[in-house]
């Protein structure tokens, strides 16, 4: 009998960002989590009215996830605002995986530790 992997959500909600958000995706990828074959895990990059080239950098990192066995998707919004991005991620992405939000963690904030 096979066991059903649970299936995960990570929401990273950023605005120009280039400059930080292929370093926190590595390190996120790095994360012993993935390596776990119990979760089906899907990163959700939310590019919120950037400037610059955030999302272009965060899709760079998809083969990394990939080798990990997760999803890595980049939603570019071009009009910005946090609520649309938060509004993106929980009511759209999370429902059209059926997920439930009672166990949720979205971050606003790309902090890496060097």
Do not use: P
């Not at 958000?21 to 790095?30: D, Q």
């Not at 272009?56 to 910005?80: C, M, S, Y």
């Amino acid at each position: 009998m096979q066991t059903q992997q649970v299936r995960l959500a990570i929401c990273i909600l950023a605005r120009n960002e280039a400059k930080n958000i292929g370093k926190t995706l590595t390190h996120l990828a790095e994360q012993s989590l993935f390596a776990d074959r119990s979760y089906a895990i899907e990163v959700h990059v939310v590019a919120n009215g950037c400037t610059d080239n955030t999302a272009l950098e965060a899709a760079d990192r998809g083969k990394t996830f990939a080798a990990r066995n997760a999803i890595l998707n980049v939603h570019d919004i071009r009009q910005g605002g946090k609520s649309r991005a938060w509004n993106l991620a929980v009511h759209e992405l999370l429902r059209a995986m059926n997920l439930s939000s009672s166990w949720m963690r979205i971050s606003n904030s790309l902090t890496v530790a060097s």
